[in-house]
């Protein structure tokens, strides 16, 4: 039987409907920061189990997108992606309500695979919905401002919440939101086209050895970065996500019809997408971090003030994902577009090699926040999404995006632990406040990252494409 994808009359509001799941799912690894010092209060937590309210959600978030990505091809866009919805937002709830400690987190672990569920069946939706070219670009540029804006929206949102209504209501608000956001879904994302005459075999063996080494290789960089139960955790989930994954490669040689498609490691420009993706958000999380201990630390800022410094950055980055990134993608091509942002990102990170403490937020943060944060990753962000679906076919779109937002995720952790083992390097075996040198290494680091990003992307992306 032909799977013929089903008309759909109203592209508009398929894209507004999979924007705003982007949007609560972004918003969601931003929104308990600034929290997390009320939580630790009301439900006694310690010091090392309160970052797993937040780490949780990132953990299952990254760990099973691949998973969710391939879900969606081989059950329908449509049915993943509704299921996906409905489970973020029943486990929105129950966080909210959650008596104790162990229960949020739990909450909070089963709300990450819902979100795992909805992004790549939502960004194969948007590449089998719209035409690849022009129209497709300008529909991913609107996805990614709307995922910036989640993040920028979480930051400011969970303060004002937790100050006005209390902490659960950072989780509880956003069930009635998911509700209207599922009936509209229901109404308005096309049918699911018909399954094959044959049945496809679900490579189990892969499923499990590849999601399992992820989600080590997620824990492993997380726990590297900010180690809540010490260095042995990295370091032992960090070895045997190397042995899965290295399972998981033999099982997908062997297997009949593999978690990833042969076809999808050959596509040259998906492969190179997907590699420069580790480089996307590694900035980024690490900027963020240097940018946090120099106001907080250095200049004596609140941390929700240092929240709000980021701020510009990021509104900024969500007109440019929307405005100029794809116009940038139709006249120059992906490789042009994709080496320009993350040269953007480097450069803005570069910045902060010279802040001292004269230099102040107005004349030394604010240009690398812009700079950055605004135009560098208003720009990588939709144009490597773009990449990492271009060329590929309908029935394969779900594990491409499965497999780039994995890389992001991925990327993100491993910049965060290589920037702040910079700087802890920077402080020598003492351990005191940042300094202006430990700070100078980790931006120094972080410099670097976007840059082996951009010399992928410039042997890996066509010129044209």
Same mark, same amino acid.
């Given at each position: 039987?032909?799977?013929?994808?089903?008309?759909?009359?109203? $592209?508009?509001?398929?894209?507004?409907?999979?924007?705003?799941?982007?949007?609560?799912?972004?918003?969601?690894?931003?929104?308990?920061?600034?929290?997390?010092?009320?939580?630790?209060?009301?439900?006694?937590?310690?010091?090392?189990?309160?970052?797993?309210?937040?780490?949780?959600?990132?953990?299952?978030?990254?760990?099973?997108?691949?998973?969710?990505?391939?879900?969606?091809?081989?059950?329908?866009? *449509?049915?993943?992606?509704?299921?996906?919805?409905?489970?973020?937002?029943?486990?929105?709830?129950?966080?909210?309500?959650?008596?104790?400690?162990?229960?949020?987190?739990?909450?909070?672990?089963?709300?990450?695979?819902?979100?795992?569920?909805?992004?790549?069946?939502?960004?194969?939706?948007?590449?089998?919905?719209? $035409?690849?070219?022009?129209?497709?670009?300008? =529909?991913?540029?609107?996805?990614?401002?709307? =995922?910036?804006?989640?993040?920028?929206?979480?930051?400011?949102?969970?303060?004002?919440?937790?100050?006005?209504?209390?902490? &659960?209501?950072?989780?509880?608000?956003?069930?009635?939101?998911?509700?209207?956001?599922?009936?509209?879904?229901?109404?308005?994302?096309?049918?699911?086209?018909?399954?094959? #005459?044959?049945?496809?075999?679900?490579?189990?063996?892969?499923?499990?050895?590849?999601?399992?080494?992820?989600?080590?290789?997620?824990?492993?960089?997380?726990?590297?970065?900010?180690?809540?139960?010490?260095?042995?955790?990295?370091?032992?989930?960090?070895?045997?996500?190397?042995?899965?994954?290295?399972?998981?490669?033999?099982?997908? *040689?062997?297997?009949?019809?593999?978690?990833?498609?042969?076809?999808?490691?050959?596509?040259?420009?998906?492969?190179?997408? #997907?590699?420069?993706?580790?480089?996307?958000?590694?900035? &980024?999380?690490?900027?963020?971090?240097?940018?946090?201990?120099?106001?907080?630390?250095?200049?004596?800022?609140?941390?929700?003030? =240092?929240?709000?410094?980021?701020?510009?950055?990021?509104?900024?980055?969500?007109?440019?994902?929307?405005?100029?990134?794809?116009?940038?993608?139709?006249?120059?091509?992906?490789?042009?577009?994709?080496?320009?942002?993350?040269?953007?990102?480097?450069?803005?990170?570069?910045?902060?090699?010279?802040?001292?403490?004269?230099?102040?937020?107005?004349?030394?943060?604010?240009?690398?926040?812009?700079?950055?944060?605004?135009?560098?990753?208003?720009?990588?962000?939709?144009?490597?999404?773009?990449?990492?679906?271009?060329?590929?076919?309908?029935?394969?779109?779900?594990?491409?995006?499965?497999?780039?937002?994995?890389?992001?995720?991925?990327?993100?952790?491993?910049?965060?632990?290589?920037?702040?083992?910079?700087?802890?390097?920077?402080?020598?075996?003492?351990?005191?406040? &940042?300094?202006?040198?430990?700070?100078?290494?980790?931006?120094?680091?972080?410099?670097?990252? $976007?840059?082996?990003?951009?010399?992928?992307?410039?042997?890996?992306?066509? *010129?044209?494409?």
């Amino acid at each position: 039987m032909d799977r013929t994808e089903p008309a759909v009359h109203r $592209p508009a509001l398929v894209l507004g409907v999979l924007s705003a799941s982007i949007l609560l799912d972004a918003l969601d690894l931003s929104i308990t920061q600034v929290a997390l010092p009320s939580i630790q209060r009301d439900l006694a937590l310690p010091a090392a189990a309160l970052q797993w309210v937040a780490t949780g959600y990132a953990l299952t978030y990254g760990g099973f997108l691949l998973l969710g990505g391939r879900a969606a091809d081989l059950c329908g866009r *449509r049915r993943v992606f509704l299921g996906g919805l409905v489970l973020f937002g029943v486990m929105s709830l129950a966080a909210g309500l959650a008596p104790n400690a162990l229960l949020l987190v739990a909450a909070r672990c089963v709300q990450g695979i819902g979100a795992a569920l909805t992004v790549p069946a939502a960004v194969s939706i948007i590449a089998t919905t719209f $035409p690849e070219g022009a129209q497709r670009n300008r =529909a991913l540029g609107v996805f990614a401002a709307s =995922a910036s804006a989640g993040f920028s929206v979480g930051l400011v949102l969970g303060g004002v919440l937790t100050d006005l209504l209390g902490w &659960p209501w950072i989780f509880l608000i956003k069930g009635p939101i998911v509700a209207v956001v599922l009936l509209v879904a229901m109404r308005s994302l096309p049918g699911d086209p018909p399954a094959d #005459d044959v049945r496809r075999p679900i490579d189990v063996a892969g499923a499990v050895t590849g999601t399992a080494g992820v989600l080590l290789l997620v824990l492993a960089v997380s726990q590297a970065a900010e180690p809540t139960m010490g260095t042995w955790l990295p370091v032992a989930a960090g070895a045997v996500a190397v042995v899965l994954i290295a399972a998981f490669v033999v099982v997908e *040689r062997r297997a009949a019809d593999p978690l990833i498609p042969r076809g999808l490691l050959r596509n040259r420009t998906v492969g190179s997408a #997907d590699l420069a993706s580790l480089t996307v958000l590694a900035a &980024p999380f690490g900027f963020s971090f240097v940018a946090t201990l120099y106001l907080q630390d250095v200049l004596g800022w609140r941390p929700l003030g =240092a929240g709000l410094a980021l701020l510009p950055g990021a509104v900024l980055s969500i007109v440019v994902s929307r405005w100029v990134a794809p116009g940038l993608v139709d006249r120059s091509g992906l490789r042009t577009a994709g080496v320009t942002g993350l040269l953007l990102v480097a450069a803005g990170f570069a910045l902060l090699l010279r802040l001292d403490p004269d230099t102040g937020y107005v004349t030394g943060l604010l240009p690398a926040v812009v700079v950055c944060f605004g135009l560098g990753m208003g720009i990588a962000y939709p144009v490597f999404t773009i990449a990492a679906v271009s060329g590929v076919d309908a029935a394969e779109q779900g594990v491409a995006a499965g497999v780039q937002s994995t890389a992001l995720q991925v990327g993100g952790g491993l910049g965060l632990a290589l920037v702040s083992g910079a700087v802890s390097l920077g402080l020598g075996p003492e351990q005191g406040p &940042p300094t202006m040198d430990a700070l100078h290494l980790g931006a120094a680091v972080g410099t670097a990252l $976007p840059l082996l990003g951009a010399a992928v992307a410039v042997f890996g992306l066509g *010129r044209r494409e």
